[in-house]
C-alpha cells in the first residue's frame, strides 16, 4: 500500500497556502497568488491532481479561498476545474468557492467558473 500523499506549503505576499491531503481527499488553497512564475508553483499541485484524478477516487473536496489572484492563476484555476469536472468520478468532488461579499471581483470570477462546470458540485460560499 502507498502512502497517501499530503503537501502543505504557508502561503508567503506572493503565493497562497496550499494544503493536499490525499488520506482525507481534500484539498485548500488560501491567500493571494500572483506569483511571477505561477506554473511553476502549481506544478507539484496540478502533478498530484491528475495523478488522483486518474485513481478510482471515493471524493475530493477542494476549498478555494483566494482573495487576490493573477490573471494565469485564473487560467490554472480554470484547467484545474475543467480537468475536474472531466474526471471518471466528477461527480464526488466538491468546489467551495468561498470570499466574503465585498470581494466582488472573487465573486464574478467564481459565478464564471461555475458556469463552465457541468459535473462537479461548485458552491459559491459568500461570507460576510
Not at 14 to 40: C, F, Q, W
Not at 51 to 79: I, M, P, Q, R
Given at each position: ?37 505561477v ?7 496540478n ?50 468557492w ?31
Amino acid at each position: 500500500m502507498t502512502k497517501a500523499f499530503r503537501l502543505e506549503r504557508e502561503k508567503t505576499d506572493l503565493t497562497p497556502y496550499v494544503l493536499i491531503d490525499e488520506e482525507n481527499r481534500y484539498m485548500k488553497l488560501e491567500g493571494e497568488s500572483y506569483h511571477e512564475n505561477v506554473l511553476a508553483f502549481f506544478k507539484d499541485i496540478n502533478d498530484w491532481l491528475a495523478a488522483y484524478l486518474a485513481k478510482n477516487y471515493d471524493s475530493l473536496t477542494f476549498d478555494c479561498e483566494l482573495k487576490y489572484f493573477s490573471s494565469s492563476t485564473v487560467k490554472v484555476l480554470l484547467n484545474m476545474f475543467l480537468d475536474m469536472d472531466n474526471s471518471k468520478n466528477a461527480v464526488n468532488v466538491t468546489v467551495n468557492w468561498i470570499t466574503t461579499k465585498k470581494n466582488e471581483i472573487i465573486i464574478e470570477c467564481g459565478e464564471d467558473f461555475k458556469e463552465d462546470i457541468k459535473n462537479i458540485k461548485f458552491n459559491l460560499i459568500i461570507r460576510d
